[in-house]
Nanobody, 122 residues
Framework: LQLQASGGGLVQAGGSLTLSCVVS????????IGWFRETPGNEREAVSC????????SYATSVKGRFTISIDTAKKTVYLQMNALESEDTARYYC????????????????WGQGTQVTVSS
């Protein structure tokens, strides 16, 4: 199982970015795909998650209403549309294969993508 994240970049506060996560296969090992983010000195935190079969979505409180997660099963790709970006959203974003459900726990992930940097300038 492999995941490839892309789409990060530098954007001004208030702007938008869309991250993509291409998953090599949707199997029992990837029934849910999560987005996490990490800043230096801090633990990796859950941002959003989506079930690959039921489409159930979840969001961290800090991004609810601004970020939207979606899936294109034909392309095996999970997207994270990020709007109204804030400087606090600056982080390296990772997609990961959740353990069959949206656990929101970095320690439980089955596999990780390589990450993509998002930098929001104020």
């Amino acid at each position: 199982l492999q995941l490839q994240a892309s789409g990060g970049g530098l954007v001004q506060a208030g702007g938008s970015l869309t991250l993509s996560c291409v998953v090599s296969e949707f199997t029992f090992n990837s029934k849910a795909i999560g987005w996490f983010r990490e800043t230096p000195g801090n633990e990796r935190e859950a941002v959003s998650c989506i079930g690959t079969t039921d489409g159930e979505k979840s969001y961290a409180t800090s991004v609810k209403g601004r970020f939207t997660i979606s899936i294109d099963t034909a392309k095996k790709t999970v997207y994270l549309q990020m709007n109204a970006l804030e400087s606090e959203d600056t982080a390296r974003y990772y997609c990961a294969a959740e353990p069959g459900w949206c656990s929101g726990k970095a320690s439980m992930q089955r596999a990780w993508g390589q990450g993509t940097q998002v930098t929001v300038s104020s």
